[in-house]
């Protein structure tokens, strides 16, 4: 059944908002699980229809797995499978994140290409590279992927950092026989937050964060316990949602070091911005100035993830931004969707320039992707009047309980049933 969120806009936001586990670490922690012959626990994973699409994953493949809000226990002792068939990896693009681990546990691994995403072309030339290097043989076969062999460590030197490729290589070398040194890898902090996990694996994993990742492979891996990291693009999301409706919110659960780019823009468009602990708290009067270029770029830059978001809140304001998309292709569909609400955005190929209009205006409008999704939630929490934003499914695969923490604010936000 169809459903749209119903915001009226135009109401400050006050309080605070704990943000849910990160949805980038608990993908990839999810296929670290089934490396270790054992039980893991894993707290602070939510479950968004991504989660749930690893879950059933996990499942079919032979785990057992329990579920109890944002409690994960998966057991790997009884894995009997290494094919996932195309309709779970349908359902979730990022699941080639589990080629590393079910190659690494069983020496063989069959699933299907991925393929395009709503943000373009989504290659995995470098996934595959990084397995063929370790010694994995891998045929492509009508877009079914076969990949076999034993693995051994060796130095892989990316040719541009891949959050993904990264994650896929590590979850690989940690069950190959030596040690794997992966170069340019990709600095991102769900990439620590997978280094912490392998950890307690037994895995032996250093240089996650910086851009040599060392894995010692071939140890005794056992179940562990372990807690995900704040989802640092979900506290932007916020942060951009007060900002936008202005008032004074405190975002808990996150570490603000993540966030430095984000709120370096936000701060720069005139909010007040304060970390305290695993606290960020930000006061907005409401229409922001404008801010200095924003590139998108690997991590430590700006995330591509928050473009949306950010943009959507500059939108109403008295300033001009200029932002520069660096990582994906097809990251601005939001914008016409912003326009229909008053937005003055014009896109030229990666670039888009933002006219800050004083105001926007409720309208019916739908989320093509997630993070356009949230941009959409954010510039309406701003407009006056009332907006319907249909296109849940993409919102539903990155955020949990959006509804109520924006009611918790202080916004008037339901979740309706459409009929037909
Ligand atoms: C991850 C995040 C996603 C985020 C992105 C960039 C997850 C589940 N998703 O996606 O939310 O937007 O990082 O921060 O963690 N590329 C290649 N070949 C490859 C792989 C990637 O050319 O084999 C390119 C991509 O097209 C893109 C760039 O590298 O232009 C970065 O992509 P990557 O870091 O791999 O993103 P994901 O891991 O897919």
């Known amino acids: 059944m169809k459903s749209a969120i119903l915001i009226k806009g135009g109401r400050p936001l006050a309080g605070t908002v704990k943000v849910h586990g990160a949805k980038n670490s608990a993908l990839p922690i999810l296929a670290a699980a089934l490396l270790a012959p054992g039980k893991s626990v894993i707290r602070n994973c939510p479950p968004l229809s991504d989660v749930n699409a690893s879950l059933d994953i996990l499942r079919h493949l032979g785990c057992t797995v329990e579920q109890d ?52 072309p989504r290659p995995i030339d470098l996934h595959l590279a990084a397995i063929r290097a370790l010694g994995g043989v891998v045929r492509e076969d009508g877009g079914r992927l076969r990949c076999a062999g034993g693995l051994t460590g060796r ?172 990582i994906f292709d097809s990251r601005y569909r939001h914008v016409d969707e912003l326009s229909r609400m008053g937005a003055d955005i014009r896109v030229e190929s990666r670039v888009a320039v933002v006219c800050g209009v004083p105001r926007l205006h409720g309208a019916a409008v739908e989320a093509a992707d997630l993070r356009g999704g949230a941009a959409l939630v954010v510039a309406a929490l701003a407009a006056e009047g009332e907006s319907r934003i249909t296109g849940l499914k993409h919102l539903d695969r990155g955020y949990w309980n959006l509804e109520e923490s924006l009611r918790g604010l202080g916004a008037e936000v339901v979740r309706r049933r459409l009929d037909s």
């Open 69 to 120: 809000g944002d409690v994960i226990a998966v057991d790997a002792s009884t894995l009997s499978r290494w094919d996932i068939p195309d309709g779970l990896m349908r359902e979730m693009r990022s699941s080639v994140i589990f080629l590393g681990a079910v190659l690494g546990r069983t020496g063989q691994a069959e699933l299907s290409f991925p393929g395009g995403c709503e943000l373009g």
């Open 155 to 326: 130095e892989i030197i990316f040719t541009r950092p891949s959050v993904g490729a990264t994650e896929n290589a590590m979850l690989a070398a940690v069950a190959a026989s030596g040690t794997t040194i992966l170069c340019n890898a990709a600095r991102e902090p769900e990439i620590v937050d997978l280094q912490n996990f392998l950890r307690t694996l037994g895995a032996s994993v250093r240089g996650a964060g910086t851009s040599m990742v060392v894995i010692e492979g071939g140890k005794p891996l056992h179940g562990g316990e372990y807690t995900v990291m704040g989802d640092r693009i979900v506290a932007a999301t916020y942060l951009a949602a007060a900002a936008a409706a202005g008032g004074e919110i405190a975002v808990s659960g996150v570490t603000p070091g993540h966030l430095a780019t984000v709120c370096a823009v936000l701060a720069e468009a005139g909010c007040v911005l304060r970390q305290e602990g695993d606290v960020i708290h930000l006061a907005s009067q409401g229409p922001l100035g404008g801010a200095k270029p924003v590139h998108t770029a690997p991590y430590p830059g700006f995330p591509t993830d928050a473009q949306p978001p950010l943009m959507a809140a500059l939108a109403r304001g008295t300033g001009i931004t200029l932002f520069v998309e660096h």
